[in-house]
């Protein structure tokens, strides 16, 4: 088992961990049983996962390899694992209209529009349609508003509006969808992984600041729930209608004499969401 640097779960209730590791993508049931494994050899640096609305589930390769042959691509992937469309150059880092330099991130507009934080060398977000066609991007490396330094999630609330956990920056920015910067919060410290459901409730994972899992509210900021007893977590899923949190980790460290690292935990919801600490 890998650094396990993202999660997600599938319209059907299967858990997804995308790993550091052969094989990479793992399947696994909410009692944690291994169901399926695939994906050896197809990635270089596995970083991000997501479902969209249909089903179709995305990752990031954030790294290219030495031959320049493999990675810096963001996938689409039909439900029974076909590839449906690659966006990037295989094998090629850059900053261009389809090159990237450490992809870690994607999320979807109402209309089908694609949102990729290209933040682990490059500091952007690049916009395209749902076909993959660019449309613009925007960021660059700094700490001003719509600068970035290592933008490494992104999620779009209700409103339409572009959520970028700007994660070394220690915020989370937020844009409309072509780039025009709203505000900033600060209070969920640098972010690695950002869910924000239907309801707007937003869920937060810090892995180095605070290192906590937050819950909040994604229309004002308000921070609902801090857990720094829980996981030191870089991949972040959840059930939405559970609420029950699934992590990946990566950074090796201690959570009192709990290990941490290349590990998936399972966060249940108790009854009320509780204060933390």
Same mark, same amino acid.
């Given at each position: ?25 793992v ?19 596995p970083h ?20 320049g ?16 469309m690659?966006?990037?150059t295989k094998g ?28 682990? &060398?490059?500091a952007?977000? &690049?916009?395209?349609t ?20 290592? *933008?490494?999630s &992104?999620?779009?609330?209700s409103?339409g509006?572009?959520? &970028?956990?700007?994660?070394s920056?220690?915020?989370i920015? /937020? ?9 900033q919060?600060?209070q969920?410290?640098g972010?690695?992984?950002?869910? /924000?459901?239907p309801?707007?409730?937003?869920y ?19 921070? /609902?729930?801090?857990y ?10 959840v059930? *939405?209608v559970t ?5 990946g ?5 201690k959570?009192?004499?709990? *290990?941490t ?13 509780g204060?933390?600490?």
């Open positions: 088992w890998g650094e396990t640097s993202g999660m997600a779960i599938d319209p059907k209730g299967t858990i997804f961990a995308f790993t550091r590791a052969e094989p990479p993508i399947e696994l049931n909410p009692a944690g049983q291994v169901l399926r494994t695939w994906g050896d050899k197809m990635f270089v640096w991000g996962i997501r479902f969209d609305r249909d089903g179709n589930m995305w990752v990031t390769d954030g790294e290219n390899n030495k031959e042959t493999n990675g810096q691509l963001v996938y689409k992937f039909s439900p029974d694992h076909r590839i449906l690659t966006i990037g090629v880092a850059g900053e261009g209209e389809y090159t990237f330099n450490g992809p870690t991130d994607v999320a979807f507009a109402g209309n089908g529009d694609i949102f990729v934080t290209d933040g682990h &060398v490059n952007r977000v &690049v916009k395209y749902k076909d993959g066609k660019f449309i613009k991007a925007w960021g660059k490396k700094g700490t001003g508003p719509g600068e970035f330094n290592l *933008p490494h &992104v999620a779009i609330d409103q509006r572009v959520f &970028v956990a700007d994660r920056n220690n915020r920015q /937020i844009f409309d969808q072509d780039g025009k910067f709203l505000d919060w600060t969920f410290g972010d690695s992984s950002l869910t /924000i459901l309801d707007d409730t937003l937060a994972v810090d892995t180095y600041k605070f290192k906590a899992v937050f819950i909040g509210n994604a229309r004002d900021g308000k921070v /609902i729930a801090k720094t007893d829980l996981s030191i977590a870089e991949g972040l899923a059930d *939405p609420r029950t949190l699934y992590t980790e990566v950074r090796p460290d959570i009192g004499d709990m *290990p690292g290349s590990t998936v935990r399972k966060l249940v919801r108790q009854n009320g969401n204060s933390g600490n």
